[in-house]
């Protein structure tokens, strides 16, 4: 990531946290999320994320499985100078 990257994830995070506010949302960025129990191999990272259904609040990671199955509906990824094409797939 690069600052500008970094700028951008924050200005996401806050403004849905505030759009969300009071509402049953978890909503985070730069966390693990695993989806798989038993399977930390399966992770990803996203850049900001949205859970709907979720208590807000603070967590070490999103683990799928102590979330009630619930896994994020929305998820963001800040592009950088360095990504290409490719990385859109």
């Known amino acids: 990531d690069n600052t500008l990257q970094w700028d951008w994830m924050v200005k996401i995070v806050g403004e849905l946290r505030e759009q969300f506010a ?3 949302v978890f909503v985070a960025g730069d966390l693990f999320w695993y ?3 038993g399977h930390p191999e399966v992770v990803a990272a996203p850049d900001a994320l949205v859970a709907f259904g979720r208590p807000p609040g603070y967590r070490g990671s999103y683990r799928q499985w102590e979330e009630g199955g619930v896994a994020p509906q ?3 990824e800040v592009l950088s100078p ?3 094409t490719d990385d859109f797939d």
Do not use: I, L
């Open 22 to 24: 009071g509402r049953e």
């Open 35 to 37: 989806p798989v129990e």
């Open 74 to 76: 929305v998820v963001f």
């Open 82 to 84: 360095s990504n290409t």
